[in-house]
């Protein structure tokens, strides 16, 4: 059983930073490639981020330059820096695993799931 838990949601004024923590347990996080998606309510799952087994990144448009996904593989841990927030970024976010590789933007190919912290960005 793969459990990923979230940590780091929460309320950031507009310019400001925050920094999702996504940790795995229950198999090898280090073969897993891992991902970050937002979740607005009435829409479906967009893709943030996603890091490989190797660390290369891949991103949406809109967090090129402005959010930074990681790992610590000695941790179990990935995370999701996020800079330079806006309104607009407010969401709940979730961080997946999956075992496509080198990574995946597609919802459908991740099977394990935070529990998705919500991430409020204030005017």
């Known amino acids: 059983q793969v459990q990923l838990v979230e940590s780091g949601g929460g309320l950031v004024q507009a310019g400001g930073s925050l920094r999702l923590s996504c940790a795995a347990s229950g198999r090898s996080f280090s073969n897993d490639a891992m991902g970050w998606f937002r979740k607005k309510p009435g829409r479906q799952w967009d893709f943030v981020a996603a890091?490989?087994?190797?660390?290369?990144?891949q991103y949406e448009d809109s967090a090129k330059g402005r959010f930074t996904i990681s790992r610590d593989n000695t941790k179990n841990t990935v995370f999701l820096q996020m800079n330079c927030l806006t309104p607009a970024y407010t969401s709940v976010y979730f961080c997946?695993?999956?075992?496509?590789?080198?990574?995946?933007?597609?919802?459908?190919?991740?099977?394990?799931w935070g529990h998705g912290p919500q991430v409020t960005v204030s005017s």
């Open positions: 997946g695993a999956t075992c496509r590789h080198p990574f995946t933007s597609r919802w459908a190919d991740y099977d394990a």
């Open positions: 890091i490989s087994q190797s660390e290369d990144t």
